[in-house]
């Protein structure tokens, strides 16, 4: 056995012999002692559970925040006052945002069980000279395990043979079609997505048959070290919670600064008794504080997660709505997302023509063109001759199942024969009117497939080839000519239209055909090495863009969001793709090896200057993700593999596939997209937007009306007089206010022109100077009109009970005009649309006059909450202040938009 621990050995370079020599092993197997010292000294091939938090400690933790605090102390205030309702109403808030928080918990562990789902629950192997079937859990460094096709690689394996053997690997490296293995080492330094000669825990056995010695297992093997990332990865706190924590300091503060000053006054100055002088400074911070703010957070943000369901994005993390619409940078993987993960024929290379080959995927709608022309196969003979070569020399199968078409067998197989299918070519006729006699199946020692044919009339037969275009052209010493017939073949020219069509990222597949004796119906080896095939055409073959996923990156662009493509698959292929995106190529393709040996600050240059990463392993996808964050972009990653779960649980926000991704990629991420389809994350970036644009204007809007209730008590303990409203009055106007109008702004539509703004800085604070402006000039309007109109009434020598039912409706009224002041947060809303488009405002408003008139004109309320019916002369008042202060707001609007407009 090795010294280094598994995973640091490049097991992949290694010669057999010496593999097996560093693992102790044998023709026969280990032994029984063998094992027993080896899962003694390795463990069970499993991977480790992750230590819990139990129940209680996640709940409390629910609690460990800024804002919460203030609630609670401010709680705690009301019931020092017995002021029961307010402290019920207050710790219901408390409780719901604690019971969400409770439900999102636990991703991270969720995320690692689905992992560990997919390793294989057991493995035949070879131990003591005998062939047995074990749970893989059992499973030791040197064991030799059997694969043939359909098994799960039940841990890392060195392959020692490798017959025809395929092994689909895009949920470690994204790479589209499954890769072909041998037993020979190849480079050290190889990538991941290049070491041919191992097979990988987790993976599937598409083709063939193999045998390896078991060189890692558990925590050790590539899924196991995904699996320890995951665990190592600290989850970012979103920018919205960062936001309101500051927030929560700073206005706590605040509070806390103004009651004191208060309290101070009021008992040195004024000379009011301690307890009274206490109590009006606690009402004061009741006042102050926002209690329905973490409740319209919550709905706003619920309101969210409902449009982007109606979007096909599924938000798994409520803050997670509001992040996507500060995203900077988007850093997508290729397979699945970008495209479809779906093969499909772009080009038909002939001897003298290139058809290319309209449709994407595995549904055979599209046709062919000519130098930009629709053309018929017909028409094309050599055209004709090449799409019957590949549907009957092919063992895939295209089916409609529920309106969906579905591929059994090979990807490459199927895109050939969904080419076909373009072509108006039905398989059964085509195979009833050519039956096959016999095949040579596909072997990765000589890289081609043959069929053998026969016309149903039994006049001559032909067998036809396909394989990789270097050994097809070896074979070929003719060529088809537009008209059917054949001449000599120019090998030169062939090789540099093969070598273009290369460079464009596609994967080529030749086709040939011979004829030959029309009784023969067996095929020897001989009928193809000796030569004489007439070379057809070669197939370009790539994933492609979906089309949807172009305009969506364009969108993203437009918005001022960086899109970054981050791949497992080849580097030129990855190009092709990106450059049919439109996603920046100019830096060039970064290849994961050579990010390995680049510093952290080397790293943040390249992510800079680059956009699109190939051959990208877990690690390299999540050092790349925490680069271009500490180069202060919030950061969305979507990935669909278990390889991506890492960087999408350390991404702001995570976004996995929902129908073909893992389920530890869906366990990772705070999104699904139900419809695997880029196009969806544009359209939850929109609302993101629209659900931080309809916080702020909450925000807005509460904040002035605590402002003005806590500077209008704070005016009263100034001047000496009875406090305007008491505390129970306060609790009312805060829950009505909150419920109905602050409500209501949670429902604003998406405002003109969102995704043609640049994402906001993250470090932008949620309240700018602007904003902490605004608050203070309609906190000071507010103060000016109830506590002005409340000394009027007491020089009018008013009861007590009728000054202050005229300050809270004279509160109320300001707060309502000013609603409507706060649908734009500067564009005028003196408008039809600004006025009357918002039904959820039009139906606030109302709920709010019938609650009002109740509040002041029925008796439970007026005993209740010590309030007295009002005159008409008071209400037009009131009325008249209303209209003013929504005036004045709309000045101040016009003022700020004259001065950004002269501003260069």
Same mark, same amino acid.
């Given at each position: 056995m090795g010294d280094p621990p598994p995973e640091e050995v490049p097991w992949h370079g290694l010669k057999i012999e010496e593999v097996l020599a560093r693992q102790d092993a044998t023709a026969h197997g280990l032994s029984g002692g063998q094992v027993r010292e080896r899962l003694e000294r390795y463990g069970e091939n499993r991977l480790p559970a992750p230590e819990r938090s139990g129940p209680w400690k996640l709940f409390l933790r629910q609690f460990h925040n800024v804002?919460?605090?203030?609630?609670?102390?401010?709680?705690?205030?009301?019931?020092?006052?017995?002021?029961?309702?307010?402290?019920?109403?207050?710790?219901?808030?408390?409780?719901i945002n604690a019971v969400v928080g409770f439900l999102q918990e636990g991703k991270a562990e969720e995320a690692l069980d689905a992992i560990r789902g997919m390793l294989s629950p057991k493995a035949l192997v070879l131990r003591d000279g005998q062939r047995r079937t074990i749970p893989a859990e059992e499973l030791v460094p040197g064991d030799l395990v059997f694969l043939q096709a359909g098994d799960k690689v039940p841990a890392d394996l060195r392959l020692l043979r490798a017959h025809n053997m395929r092994v689909n690997e895009a949920m470690l490296t994204g790479e589209s079609v499954a890769v072909d293995k041998r037993a020979e080492p190849v480079a050290p330094d190889a990538d991941l997505g290049d070491r041919d000669s191992m097979a990988f825990s987790g993976t599937l056995v598409a083709f063939g048959q193999g045998r390896g010695v078991v060189v890692a297992t558990g925590s050790a093997t590539q899924i196991g070290r995904i699996s320890t990332l995951l665990e190592e990865v600290e989850t970012l706190t979103t920018p919205l919670l960062r936001d309101i924590g500051v927030f929560g300091r700073w206005l706590s503060v605040a509070?806390?600064?103004l009651a004191g000053v208060t309290f101070a006054f009021g008992y040195w100055v004024r000379d009011y008794e301690l307890v009274e002088?206490?109590?009006?400074?606690?009402?004061?911070?009741?006042?102050?504080?926002?209690?329905?703010?973490?409740?319209?957070?919550?709905? =706003?943000l619920a309101i969210g997660v409902?449009? /982007?369901?109606?979007? &096909?994005?599924?938000?798994?993390?409520?803050p997670a709505v509001e992040t996507l619409g500060s995203?900077?940078?988007?850093?997508?993987?290729? =397979?699945?997302?970008?495209?479809?993960?779906? /093969?499909?024929?772009? &080009?038909?290379?002939t001897a003298e023509d290139t058809f290319g080959v309209s449709g994407v995927g595995y549904e055979p709608h599209g046709g062919f063109s000519l130098e930009g022309r629709d053309v018929e196969p017909a028409?094309?003979?050599?055209l004709a001759e090449a799409l019957r070569a590949i549907l009957l020399c092919n063992d895939a199968e295209i089916h409609n199942r529920d309106g969906e078409w579905v591929l059994e067998g090979d990807p490459t197989e199927g895109a050939l024969v969904t080419a076909a299918l373009k072509g108006q070519l039905d398989p059964r006729e085509t195979g009833e009117l050519y039956p096959r006699d016999d095949v040579i199946p596909f072997e990765a020692a000589y890289k081609f497939m043959v069929t053998l044919h026969h016309h149903h009339a039994g006049d001559h037969s032909f067998l036809?080839?396909?394989?990789?275009?270097e050994r097809v052209l070896a074979l070929c010493d003719k060529e088809r000519t537009r008209d059917g017939g054949a001449r000599p073949i120019d090998t030169g020219r062939w090789e540099r239209r093969m070598e273009a069509e290369a460079s464009r990222g596609q994967r080529l597949l030749a086709v040939a055909v011979k004829d030959v004796e029309a009784d023969k119906r067996a095929l020897e080896f001989g009928d193809v090495e000796e030569g004489g095939l007439t070379l057809v055409a070669v197939c370009g073959i790539i994933d492609p863009p979906r089309e949807e996923a172009i305009q969506a990156v364009r969108e993203c662009q437009e918005a001022g969001i960086r899109v970054k493509m981050i791949t497992g698959d080849h580097g030129v292929t990855a190009r092709a793709v990106a450059e049919d995106l439109k996603i920046r190529t100019a830096g060039g393709v970064v290849a994961g090896h050579e990010l390995e040996g680049l510093s952290a600050e080397e790293l943040e240059r390249a992510v800079r200057e680059v956009d699109v990463f190939a051959r990208a392993t877990p690690e390299h996808k999540l050092r790349l993700v925490e680069a271009i964050q500490a180069d202060g972009h919030v950061v969305a990653v979507t990935g669909d593999g278990v390889n991506d779960a890492p960087a999408l649980k350390r991404a702001d926000v995570g976004v996995a596939m929902g129908v073909k991704g893992t389920e530890a990629s869906k366990e990772a991420a705070e999104m699904v997209l139900a419809d695997d389809n880029f196009a969806s994350i544009a359209n939850a970036v929109e609302e993101g937007r629209t659900v931080y644009d309809n916080l702020r204007k909450a925000i807005l809007f509460l904040l002035p009306t605590s402002g003005g209730e806590g500077f209008t008590i704070m005016a009263a303990i100034l001047l000496g007089v009875t406090l305007p409203f008491t505390p129970v009055q306060v609790l009312w106007v805060n829950m009505v206010t909150a419920v109905t109008l602050g409500l209501a702004l949670a429902?604003?539509?998406?405002?003109?022109?969102?995704?043609?703004?640049?994402?906001?800085?993250?470090?932008?604070p949620i309240l700018s100077g602007f904003l902490i402006w605004r608050v203070a000039f309609v906190s000071a309007l507010l103060l000016a009109g109830t506590f002005g109109h409340y000394l009027w009434m007491e020089w009018q020598e008013a009861e007590v009970e009728i000054a202050r039912t005229v300050a809270i409706n004279t509160l109320v009224m300001g707060e309502l005009v000013y609603l409507f002041n706060s649908r734009y947060i500067l564009e005028s809303v003196l408008n039809p649309a600004g006025l009357l488009g918002s039904r959820a405002v039009l139906l606030a408003v109302g709920v709010l006059v019938v609650l009002q008139a109740l509040f002041t004109y029925a008796p439970p309320m007026q005993f209740l909450f010590g309030t007295a019916p009002l005159r008409l002369e008071e209400w037009g008042i009131i009325l008249v202040f209303g209209v003013a202060l929504f005036l004045v707001v709309e000045l101040e609007k016009a003022f700020f938009r004259h001065r950004r407009q002269r501003v260069p």
């Amino acid at each position: 056995m090795g010294d280094p621990p598994p995973e640091e050995v490049p097991w992949h370079g290694l010669k057999i012999e010496e593999v097996l020599a560093r693992q102790d092993a044998t023709a026969h197997g280990l032994s029984g002692g063998q094992v027993r010292e080896r899962l003694e000294r390795y463990g069970e091939n499993r991977l480790p559970a992750p230590e819990r938090s139990g129940p209680w400690k996640l709940f409390l933790r629910q609690f460990h925040n800024v804002l919460i605090y203030v609630l609670l102390a401010a709680a705690g205030g009301t019931a020092f006052l017995d002021h029961w309702v307010d402290t019920g109403v207050i710790l219901g808030v408390v409780l719901i945002n604690a019971v969400v928080g409770f439900l999102q918990e636990g991703k991270a562990e969720e995320a690692l069980d689905a992992i560990r789902g997919m390793l294989s629950p057991k493995a035949l192997v070879l131990r003591d000279g005998q062939r047995r079937t074990i749970p893989a859990e059992e499973l030791v460094p040197g064991d030799l395990v059997f694969l043939q096709a359909g098994d799960k690689v039940p841990a890392d394996l060195r392959l020692l043979r490798a017959h025809n053997m395929r092994v689909n690997e895009a949920m470690l490296t994204g790479e589209s079609v499954a890769v072909d293995k041998r037993a020979e080492p190849v480079a050290p330094d190889a990538d991941l997505g290049d070491r041919d000669s191992m097979a990988f825990s987790g993976t599937l056995v598409a083709f063939g048959q193999g045998r390896g010695v078991v060189v890692a297992t558990g925590s050790a093997t590539q899924i196991g070290r995904i699996s320890t990332l995951l665990e190592e990865v600290e989850t970012l706190t979103t920018p919205l919670l960062r936001d309101i924590g500051v927030f929560g300091r700073w206005l706590s503060v605040a509070i806390l600064v103004l009651a004191g000053v208060t309290f101070a006054f009021g008992y040195w100055v004024r000379d009011y008794e301690l307890v009274e002088t206490f109590l009006a400074a606690v009402s004061l911070a009741v006042a102050a504080i926002p209690e329905g703010l973490p409740a319209i957070m919550t709905i =706003t943000l619920a309101i969210g997660v409902q449009r /982007m369901a109606g979007r &096909n994005a599924i938000i798994r993390r409520l803050p997670a709505v509001e992040t996507l619409g500060s995203v900077t940078t988007i850093c997508s993987d290729k =397979t699945g997302t970008l495209t479809r993960n779906e /093969m499909t024929v772009q &080009n038909i290379v002939t001897a003298e023509d290139t058809f290319g080959v309209s449709g994407v995927g595995y549904e055979p709608h599209g046709g062919f063109s000519l130098e930009g022309r629709d053309v018929e196969p017909a028409d094309h003979p050599v055209l004709a001759e090449a799409l019957r070569a590949i549907l009957l020399c092919n063992d895939a199968e295209i089916h409609n199942r529920d309106g969906e078409w579905v591929l059994e067998g090979d990807p490459t197989e199927g895109a050939l024969v969904t080419a076909a299918l373009k072509g108006q070519l039905d398989p059964r006729e085509t195979g009833e009117l050519y039956p096959r006699d016999d095949v040579i199946p596909f072997e990765a020692a000589y890289k081609f497939m043959v069929t053998l044919h026969h016309h149903h009339a039994g006049d001559h037969s032909f067998l036809f080839l396909k394989g990789a275009p270097e050994r097809v052209l070896a074979l070929c010493d003719k060529e088809r000519t537009r008209d059917g017939g054949a001449r000599p073949i120019d090998t030169g020219r062939w090789e540099r239209r093969m070598e273009a069509e290369a460079s464009r990222g596609q994967r080529l597949l030749a086709v040939a055909v011979k004829d030959v004796e029309a009784d023969k119906r067996a095929l020897e080896f001989g009928d193809v090495e000796e030569g004489g095939l007439t070379l057809v055409a070669v197939c370009g073959i790539i994933d492609p863009p979906r089309e949807e996923a172009i305009q969506a990156v364009r969108e993203c662009q437009e918005a001022g969001i960086r899109v970054k493509m981050i791949t497992g698959d080849h580097g030129v292929t990855a190009r092709a793709v990106a450059e049919d995106l439109k996603i920046r190529t100019a830096g060039g393709v970064v290849a994961g090896h050579e990010l390995e040996g680049l510093s952290a600050e080397e790293l943040e240059r390249a992510v800079r200057e680059v956009d699109v990463f190939a051959r990208a392993t877990p690690e390299h996808k999540l050092r790349l993700v925490e680069a271009i964050q500490a180069d202060g972009h919030v950061v969305a990653v979507t990935g669909d593999g278990v390889n991506d779960a890492p960087a999408l649980k350390r991404a702001d926000v995570g976004v996995a596939m929902g129908v073909k991704g893992t389920e530890a990629s869906k366990e990772a991420a705070e999104m699904v997209l139900a419809d695997d389809n880029f196009a969806s994350i544009a359209n939850a970036v929109e609302e993101g937007r629209t659900v931080y644009d309809n916080l702020r204007k909450a925000i807005l809007f509460l904040l002035p009306t605590s402002g003005g209730e806590g500077f209008t008590i704070m005016a009263a303990i100034l001047l000496g007089v009875t406090l305007p409203f008491t505390p129970v009055q306060v609790l009312w106007v805060n829950m009505v206010t909150a419920v109905t109008l602050g409500l209501a702004l949670a429902f604003e539509p998406t405002e003109p022109g969102v995704m043609r703004r640049p994402p906001r800085p993250p470090e932008t604070p949620i309240l700018s100077g602007f904003l902490i402006w605004r608050v203070a000039f309609v906190s000071a309007l507010l103060l000016a009109g109830t506590f002005g109109h409340y000394l009027w009434m007491e020089w009018q020598e008013a009861e007590v009970e009728i000054a202050r039912t005229v300050a809270i409706n004279t509160l109320v009224m300001g707060e309502l005009v000013y609603l409507f002041n706060s649908r734009y947060i500067l564009e005028s809303v003196l408008n039809p649309a600004g006025l009357l488009g918002s039904r959820a405002v039009l139906l606030a408003v109302g709920v709010l006059v019938v609650l009002q008139a109740l509040f002041t004109y029925a008796p439970p309320m007026q005993f209740l909450f010590g309030t007295a019916p009002l005159r008409l002369e008071e209400w037009g008042i009131i009325l008249v202040f209303g209209v003013a202060l929504f005036l004045v707001v709309e000045l101040e609007k016009a003022f700020f938009r004259h001065r950004r407009q002269r501003v260069p």
